[in-house]
């Protein structure tokens, strides 16, 4: 920002609205990391398209990528024709490029676990519901999801967005709700096609008991 009063003073704000997009004037840093050839700070005016930003920092085939760190959005290639801008695509310059081999769903989980461990805790709906969100998470990429789980997910994300006190809170479930949005079929490639899943897994709990206690429930005619 100095360095932008800095060069308006000296050039002048006509010349500074010249660059940018109708309500979005003037340039922007954007932090670019992740899996790109070219990562670093760009200054680049508003308006730019995330497609023409890729082709700068070397990143064409990109699977998604995540505006505005963590509590920002997840953009998917159907969205890369939107710009950087206050009106389209707002950022406070972190941009991360998700190439094609990362699983993204693995991402999200990450991204869900850092607003777990931030939560300061002062409020319900951001301090139980996160950890409830990342177990719901952790179930479906186990395996162990179904239908009802994407469901609770959206639900539950919507409940926290709406009910939190602070940002953190309000943004804790963007990387899940926007991954919903924009990346439904990697969720749904990962849930059973049954209707009802249990979370708690009794069969294989009762083959540790039974292996713990050198038990063998066969042997012994009792069929779960
Ligand atoms: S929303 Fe903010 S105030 Fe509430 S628990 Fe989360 S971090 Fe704390």
Known sequence: TLCCAARIMDRGGEWFASMGSRDSTGTKLLSVSGDCEHPGVYELPYGITVKKLLDMVGAPDAQAVQVGGPSGRCLAPKDFGRSISFEDVPTGGSVIVIGPERDLLEVVRQFTEFFVEESCGWCVPCRAGTTVLLKLLEKILDGRGDRSDL?????????????????????????????????????????????????????????????????????????V
Do not use: W
Not at 191 to 211: Q, S, T, W
């Open 151 to 223: 469901a609770k997910l959206e639900g539950l994300g919507k409940t926290i967005k709406t009910m939190s006190r602070c940002g953190l809170g309000q943004t804790a479930a963007n990387p899940i709700l926007t991954t919903l949005n924009g990346f439904p079929d990697l969720y749904e490639a990962r849930i059973k096609p049954e209707e009802y899943v249990p979370a708690f897994d009794f069969k294989k709990a009762l083959e540790v008991g039974c292996e713990a206690a050198g038990r063998n429930l066969e042997l012994e005619g009792i069929h």
